[in-house]
């Protein structure tokens, strides 16, 4: 009897560590995203943001890029997708609204932001505001899959 709650109460510090560990990983992910969308963004955000991501890391924008496959330079192409864009918005602003965790594989963060910039290939006002989850699948401590959705 002994034994068997020695091994329950063990199980239960593991789960409680692996989602405190997946908390910090959505939040320090919160913080390192917001920064690369911040008007003054550099390239050294923008890395920051995308060491966090696994070099085959797949990218799904419900409904807008429904393929959720990952590819051997998934981070490669978000750099270059992300560089495009570096710099554009004049006023950005992010708010977590929730987060959650789904054992030691994925987490969802929930947050609304809003943005005023200038589009880097028109040359057209934007602005939106919008309310987002991202479910942030994880493996080996690295953001795998991003799958994004929009209310």
């Known amino acids: 009897m002994i034994a068997v709650l020695g091994l ?10 692996n989602k405190a560990t997946m908390q910090q990983i959505a939040l320090h992910y919160f913080e390192v995203m917001v920064a690369s969308q911040a008007p003054g963004a550099t390239e050294k ?5 995308l060491a966090l991501l696994s070099d085959d890391v797949g990218h ?10 990952r590819h051997p330079d998934g981070k490669q192409s978000m750099r270059k997708g992300m560089t495009f864009y570096l710099g554009a918005h004049t006023e950005y602003s992010a708010e977590l ?3 959650f965790t789904f054992n030691d594989t994925a987490v969802a963060i929930r947050y609304t932001h809003s943005a005023k910039g200038i589009h880097p290939q028109n040359n057209q006002p934007v602005s939106y505001t919008s309310t987002m989850m991202e479910v942030l ?11 994004k959705y929009h209310e």
């Open 8 to 17: 329950l109460s063990i199980n239960c510090v593991q789960a409680e560590d």
């Open 45 to 49: 955000e923008l890395e920051n943001y």
């Open 60 to 69: 799904q924008h419900i409904p807008y890029e429904t393929d959720d496959s």
């Open 97 to 99: 609204l929730n987060l």
């Open 137 to 147: 699948e994880i493996e080996d401590g690295k953001v795998a899959m991003i799958r």
